[in-house]
């Protein structure tokens, strides 16, 4: 069975980290690029970083540039992100998402759309 | 990064009800666009690809359109599992989202 399954949320005091952890089943995990989208309380999506399937293309909302690292293991079939200077408003829940079976291509970077999705793993941050 | 603004931010509708929600982007993104459902306590869940692809699983009452900068996500005759979140997408450059448009029982 296709899936994706995160890990590694909960409570966080400001200024602490965190890693979460996405581990992809049933489908060739390093040939698709990987994101981690966020919904805060009462928000919209956020795209808060992606890595291509060889990690080429990494890239980090302005939000977050600067603390939090994405990386994987595709041995491990596995995607983390860690998340470092934890603010307040990093309070939502994480979801990590596979790339669709097409993508934009034109010879610059490819930009993708998200066909599985993680159930989501609740990140609080709050003394 | 390209803004996406989504119209209405909140829509009251009826079983049966045939409904569109409007996703504008601040520059053209072609047909780079996607559309996305999202229940409460869900992930969300791809509907639409390159602006009128139908996901595979989909029910056919789904159909985007458009491209450029203006695009449509039509739900053709509303269903008591249809109320839920709908959030565009585009891929065009680095990836973005619309706010989100919310389809509630009237």
């Known amino acids: 069975e296709v899936h994706l399954l995160e890990s590694g949320g909960g409570l966080v005091p400001p200024g602490g980290s965190l890693r979460l952890s996405c581990t992809g089943a049933?489908?060739?995990?390093?040939?698709?690029?990987m994101v981690w989208v966020r919904r805060a309380p009462g928000k919209g999506l956020e795209c808060v970083s992606l890595i291509t399937g060889g990690g080429r293309r990494i890239d980090y909302a302005d939000s977050v540039k600067g603390r939090f690292t994405i990386s994987r293991d595709n041995s491990k079939n596995t995607v983390y992100m860690q998340m470092s200077s934890l603010r307040a408003e990093d309070t939502g829940i994480y979801y990590c998402?596979?790339?669709?079976?097409?993508?934009?291509?034109?010879?610059?970077?490819?930009?993708?759309?998200?066909?599985?999705w993680g159930q989501g793993t609740l990140v609080t941050v709050s003394s | 990064d390209i803004q996406m603004t989504q119209s209405p931010s909140t829509l009251s509708a009826s079983v049966g009800d045939r409904v569109t929600i409007t996703c504008r982007a601040s520059q053209s993104i072609s047909s780079w666009l996607a559309w996305y459902q999202q229940k409460p306590g869900k992930a969300p869940k791809l509907l639409i690809y390159e602006a009128s692809s139908l996901e595979s699983g989909v029910p056919s009452r789904f159909s985007g359109s458009g491209s450029g900068t203006e695009f449509t996500l039509t739900i053709s005759s509303l269903q008591p599992d249809d109320f839920a979140t709908y959030y565009c997408?585009?891929?065009?450059?680095?990836?973005?989202f619309g706010q989100g448009t919310k389809v509630e029982i009237k």
């Open positions: 998402a596979k790339r669709g079976t097409t993508y934009k291509s034109d010879g610059g970077p490819n930009y993708f759309y998200f066909d599985l």
């Open positions: 049933g489908f060739s995990f390093s040939n698709y690029a």
């Open positions: 997408q585009q891929y065009n450059s680095r990836e973005t």
